[in-house]
Each structure stands twice: as C-alpha cells, then as structure tokens.
C-alpha cells in the first residue's frame, strides 16, 4: 500500500496511550489508518479519535499539535505516515 508522510511524534504519554504528533502534510482524520515507524517503532493504527488542546475534532490540517490514542508505544521523532 502506498503511504504519504503526514506528521512526526513530537511526545509520547505513556498512562494514557496517546502520541502527541506535529502535523506537516495533508490532512489527518478519524478513521485514517496511520504507520508509525522509527528505530524500534513499526505499526499500523486506525485513527480512533483525534484531541487538539484536549478538545476532540474530526480532522487536523498542516501546523497542528494534536493528540492521538496509540495501543503501542511511540517515540519522539518516529514519523507518521497515513496508509492511502
């Protein structure tokens, strides 16, 4: 499957689960399915909800920190690729 460069982690909270990603490209929605992958990071997640200043939203566009629920752990700098 093709994959277009979205976004990069910028911190990763491990109680909650969530990666917190600095969108460079594109837009990101729920229901996108994202690859993370770094040194030691490789997975495929569905966007399940998306969180800007702890408020959900249903997309996010270029410039934007958001939050982003993970089942794995992710690393500052992993990049963010959205499966297209």
Known sequence: MEEEKVGRVQKFFAKPGVAAVEVTADVIRVGDRLHFKGHTTDFEETVSSIQIDNEP???AKPGDLIGIKVKERVREK??????V
């Open 57 to 59: 939203v249903e997309e």
């Open 78 to 83: 992993d990049t963010v690729y959205k499966v």
